[in-house]
């Protein structure tokens, strides 16, 4: 089971992006799934968190701006990012709670995926 995190790339300020992070493989279900970020130099940050029945929890640096949703159907996390800002510049990361069909659950990183804001 590895989730594939994609959409990332260069931005400018106030422009917008849309990642995808999709799970694939012998998944019974899927509890919380997220986006974190890690700039140069900084340790990773969660960015934002969705549980299985939809509820949220936002950093404060991008409440309003982002939002983040999911298709439990297709086990994909989907991030809308909006008014980017340089800031937001980091790798960002997907990660998933994922219990297979064994019944053992383990929290599952994506690859990354480079969101570069600037002009």
């Known amino acids: 089971v590895q989730p594939q995190a994609s959409g990332g790339g260069l931005v400018r300020p106030g422009g917008s992006l849309r990642l995808s992070c999709a799970a694939s493989g012998s998944i019974f279900s899927i509890d919380n799934m997220g986006w974190y970020r890690q700039a140069p130099g900084k340790q990773r940050e969660l960015v934002v968190s969705?549980?299985?029945?939809?509820?949220?929890n936002y950093a404060d640096s991008v409440k309003g701006r982002f939002t983040i949703s999911r298709d439990n159907a297709k086990n994909t996390v989907y991030l809308q990012m909006n008014s980017l800002k340089p800031e937001d510049t980091a790798v960002y990361y997907c990660n998933a709670a994922i219990t297979g069909v064994t019944g053992r659950t383990l929290r599952y990183w994506g690859q990354g995926t480079l969101v570069t804001v600037s002009s």
């Open positions: 969705i549980t299985s029945g939809g509820n949220t």
